[in-house]
T-cell receptor
């Protein structure tokens, strides 16, 4: 039962361009969404999050957009840098419980 | 951000033996800890959720007698892989959340288990 889906397993962009990573969810109880970045053989690190009461949250080069009606969120990275190359996981949780579900991840490659 | 330490980072064990992995929250009290398993080129698979002082809740398909989880204190959870087999070889990652009002979970560094 995949409640959080990242349909693109990989994405390749040129340095300096925008990277857009997408995520869809099915559970309408989710009200908090997070993006994590993961390098090989390391644990994921928290990147940015958004509450369901917002539709946009920006932190430097990273912006997360939430479309509740479509149950869709996206992470924009601009400008993309080679150091951004990693696997990005979308996660969703509901504040009334401690459950957190992850998408399958998208491997981003930023080419110099 | 909060720090979660996972130990060991790598372990090699013989088939049939048991391995214990520790997950510690260093600067906060973790009311909830999660254990994940990651297969090569695949997502993080939630294995179980544990709350301090109570039994872990296992995801469907995860053998609770094989993957023993103990969350004995607010700063420590352990995952013991019992009677390990080569197919248990994987990357295991823990994460922790503090007060139930927290929405972010913080991850440990992961443990690469190889069963030979």
């Amino acid at each position: 039962d995949q409640q959080v889906k990242q349909n693109s397993p990989s994405l390749s962009v040129q340095e300096g361009r925008i990277s857009i990573l997408n995520c869809d969810y099915t559970n309408s109880m989710f009200d908090y969404f997070l993006w994590y970045k993961k390098y090989p053989a390391e644990g994921p690190t928290f990147l940015i999050s958004i509450s369901s009461i917002k539709d946009k949250n920006e932190d430097g080069r990273f912006t997360v957009f939430l479309n509740k009606s479509a149950k869709h969120l996206s992470l924009h990275i601009v400008p993309s840098q080679p150091g951004d190359s990693a696997v990005y996981f979308c996660a969703a949780s509901a504040r009334n419980n401690n459950d957190m579900r992850f998408g399958a991840g998208t491997r981003l490659t930023v080419k110099p | 951000g909060a720090v979660v330490s996972q130990h060991p980072s790598r372990v090699i064990c013989k088939s049939g033996t048991s391995v214990k992995i520790e997950c510690r929250s260093l600067d906060f009290q973790a009311t909830t800890m999660f254990w994940y398993r990651q297969f090569p080129k695949q997502s993080l698979m939630l294995m179980a959720t544990s709350n301090e002082g109570s039994k872990a809740t296992y995801e469907q398909g995860v053998e609770k007698d094989k993957f023993l989880i103990n969350h004995a204190s607010l700063t420590l959870s352990t995952l013991t892989v019992t009677s390990a087999h080569p197919e248990d070889s994987s990357f295991y990652i823990c994460s922790a959340k503090g007060d139930p009002g927290w929405s972010e979970a913080f991850f440990g560094q992961g443990t690469r288990l190889t069963v030979v």
